[in-house]
Every structure is written in C-alpha cells, then in structure tokens.
C-alpha cells in the first residue's frame, strides 16, 4: 500500500529539536494566531450577515471566505500542532480522515471563492452594461463552488486512514490501493487548486488593472484634476483584491524547515500538494 500526501506524523521526536524555551514560543504562537482566526472570521461573519452597511456585491464571497478560515483554523492548526509536538496521532483513529478531509475542504472553499470574485471583478469591470453575479445568482455560484470542494475533498474519506505504526503509536496519513492512483489525484489537485486559478486571476485581474489604470475621468481635461487621480492610481494601485500571507500559513509551511523529512523522495511527492495548500492559506487573506 502506497501512503501518500497530507500525513499528519512525523517519523522522529521533538524532544531533540527544540529547548523548552522555543517548544514555549511555538505553543503560545500557535495558541494566539488560532485564538485569533477564530475570533476575528467570526467578527467577519456576523459583520457581513448584521449589517446593513456591509451589504456589498462581494457579500456572499466575503462570509464564504471567513468560513472558509474557520474551518481552517477549527481543523487544521489544532492537529498540526499536536502532531507536530507528539509525533503521532494521540486522537481517535475516526478523526484522521474527517481532519484530513475538513483541511483540504477549506483550501478549495477559499481557492475557489477567490476564483469566482476574481471573475465578478472582471465582468463588472470589462462589461459595466451587462449582467453581472447578483445577490441570487451570488448563491448558486456559493453553492458551486463548496459542491466543487466537496467533490475534491471527499477522497480523503476514503483514503485518510490512522494505523499503528509502533505499539500504542498511530500513523495519520494517506493509504492508497497503488502510487498511480496517488499521482494521478495529485496533479489533478494541483491543477484544480493552483494552476488554473492562477491563470485565471492572473488575467482577470491584470485586464482589470490596465483598464482602470487607461480609464480617464468623464468631462473636459483638466491638469489638477487629472494629476490628483495619477497620484490616486499610483498610491492604491490598479488591483481590486488584495491577498495577505495568513500567520497559519508561515507556521504550518515552517514545520518543514525545522524538522526536514528524512525520505528524499519527499519533496518529490509532496512538493505539488503543498504548494496548492500554501497558495489555499495564501489566498484566504482579506478582500477588498
């Protein structure tokens, strides 16, 4: 059996890498930027659905996005940082494959989302005139988008699996049946979470950006005027979306710097899938 992408172990002990000063630092580090993921896509969420001022186009995006980090940093930093300290999987054998899969569902939830504002931005942009994603039409493509995460990551269900690895000592990982079926989910992933939305934002948005960079003010030329909106342009930039490198995201891809994996064949299998995770916690930073 081929064991595959997203384990959660590590196949030496801790004890040695770090003092106990530094095992300190990390754990108050990863209790606070947990804490404050919580509390603050919380704030975003009740923001978005109380509010009568937040009541934006990028509404149903926005809250989407928020629950998207939730998941995150519900099911996500919690385990990697016990199984970073511990070095196994110290939780019920059941939960391995749920963790496995509500990570990578949130990693699609947030990479797609982006992907659908990326699209409204351009459509509003380039065709003013014509239809664009309306509050209705807002939630069918919500909709989409997490019957499109699902579908990605409902494999891990299937294939996320805890075996004891040691006596009383359980291995969290990926068990596929052989290292083709492995390969193939990988790249269909990477392709499906990275490449395509990288094309496709990259267009949007650079389209967007040169458009609203050539636009001109309506009415007759005049000098102050139009160097005051060359400074505005310079200073807030042609993009509409800004996308902020997440703390959870440094911690999570840091593990792998501190504690190199011993198996050089690692990074060859692995290096796909945590790109598309990297660039999924990357791109559940704030909006505007």
């Keep these: 059996m081929a064991?595959?992408?997203?384990?959660?172990?590590?196949?030496h002990s801790i004890s040695g890498d770090l003092s106990d000063q530094a095992l300190s630092g990390l754990m108050i580090l990863y209790i606070v930027t947990t804490f404050l993921s919580l509390i603050g896509n919380t704030l975003v969420v009740v923001v978005f659905v109380k509010g009568r001022r937040s009541r934006t186009d990028l509404r149903y995006f926005l809250i989407n996005l928020a629950v998207s980090d939730l998941i995150m940093a519900a099911f996500c930093m919690p385990f990697t940082f016990a199984d970073s300290i511990l070095?196994?999987?110290?939780?019920s054998p059941p939960m391995c494959p749920l963790v496995l899969f509500m990570q990578l569902l949130s990693v699609c939830g947030s990479v797609f989302t982006n992907m659908a504002i990326g699209i409204d931005r351009f459509?509003?942009?380039?065709?003013?005139?014509h239809s664009r994603i309306t509050y209705r039409r807002g939630k069918y493509v919500i909709v989409i988008v997490w019957i499109c995460s699902l579908s990605l990551a409902s494999v891990q269900l299937f294939i996320g699996e805890a075996r004891e690895d040691a006596p009383n000592k359980y291995e969290c990982n990926e068990y596929w049946p052989d290292n083709?079926?492995?390969?193939?989910?990988?790249?269909?992933?990477?392709l499906m979470t990275y490449l395509l939305p990288l094309v496709i934002l990259l267009v949007t948005y650079t389209i967007v950006g040169i458009i609203l960079w050539r636009r001109t003010a309506p009415g007759n030329k005049h000098h102050v005027r139009d160097l005051h909106q060359l400074k505005s342009k310079i200073k807030h930039g042609p993009g509409m979306h800004v996308s902020g490198t997440q703390p959870s995201s440094?911690?999570?891809?840091l593990n792998n710097v501190i504690w190199p994996k011993e198996d050089k064949n690692y990074y060859v299998k692995n290096v796909p899938k945590d790109v598309a995770e990297w660039v999924g916690y990357d791109a559940t930073g704030p909006t505007f």
Excluded: K, Q
Aim: hydrophobic residues 50%; glycine residues 2%; positive net charge.
């Design 3 to 11: 064991s595959g992408n997203m384990s959660l172990y590590r196949n």
């Design 87 to 91: 070095r196994e999987w110290v939780f």
């Design 123 to 129: 459509m509003a942009v380039t065709f003013p005139l």
């Design 180 to 190: 083709r079926s492995r390969r193939i989910y990988t790249i269909f992933l990477m």
């Design 250 to 253: 440094v911690i999570l891809n």
